[in-house]
């Protein structure tokens, strides 16, 4: 007897009658209106197989086995800036397989693996780590309402284009070396909100910092 919390609603109908001891399928597509091709269809099914459930194995066979699979995941622990062109040469070299990059993406989509390009962090080193920690630390009381905080940065002048495959894009980040081509930009920040900023190309050495400070922080803190 075939359960019926797997069965659809039509199966169960049909199996009801069945039980019944009722074997026309006139007589149950009247009292149903079922489907007549449906009734007889699982009809022959119950004197088969004494069953409505569903045989399995008449739809389409997946294209990436259960190890490609496997191996895909692996691949991407390995590397995850692998590219779909070279998981799909990988497949072919090792498994002799000729599934093509969209099913690939389609399986990486399938199981919560995203194409993202992570975010630009900077290269510290535990030492600047414990030295940040550390004046926090000392100043996490302090009263800043009258000070001004100044920093600059450097933009390069590409993109990092290199993408990633990952279930946590918000996360995704990349260290990056410092390059020359970039632009540099400095700014200032109280407690009141941004203060001003300057973009420049040359190299920030002391004299160029002095006429930063006169030209943009003293005019922006007065006013």
């Known amino acids: 007897m075939t359960p019926t919390s797997n069965l659809k609603n039509h199966h169960i109908s049909i199996l009801h009658y069945w039980n019944k001891g009722i074997r026309s399928a006139c007589v149950i597509h009247r009292e149903t209106n079922i489907p007549r091709s449906a009734i007889y269809y699982n009809i022959n099914k119950l004197k088969q ?3 409505l459930k569903h ?17 895909i995941d692996q691949y ?8 779909l062109k070279e998981i799909k040469e990988k497949l072919m070299k090792t498994y002799h397989s000729s599934v ?10 399938e199981y919560g ?8 962090t900077h290269m510290l080193k535990p030492d600047e780590n414990r030295r940040r920690v550390q004046w926090a630390k000392q100043h996490e009381n302090d009263d800043f309402s009258r000070t001004i905080f100044t920093d600059e940065s450097s933009f390069q002048l590409f993109r990092n284009t290199i993408r990633r495959w990952t279930k946590y894009p918000k996360n995704e980040s990349k260290c990056v070396p410092k390059n020359r081509q970039k ?15 300057h973009t420049f190309r040359c190299n920030l050495n002391g004299p160029y910092y002095a006429y930063i400070l006169k030209n943009f922080l003293f005019p922006a803190a007065r006013r």
């Open 113 to 120: 693996y995203r194409s993202v390009l992570p975010k630009s």
């Open 183 to 197: 632009v540099h930009d400095w700014g200032a920040v109280s407690v009141k909100g941004v203060l001003t900023c």
């Open 76 to 83: 991407i622990r390995r590397n995850n800036e692998i590219t």
């Open 55 to 71: 045989r399995g194995g008449n739809g389409r066979p997946r294209v990436l086995s259960g190890i490609e699979k496997k191996a």
């Open 49 to 51: 197989t004494n069953s």
């Open 100 to 109: 093509s990059t969209p099913t690939i993406h389609r399986h990486l989509h």
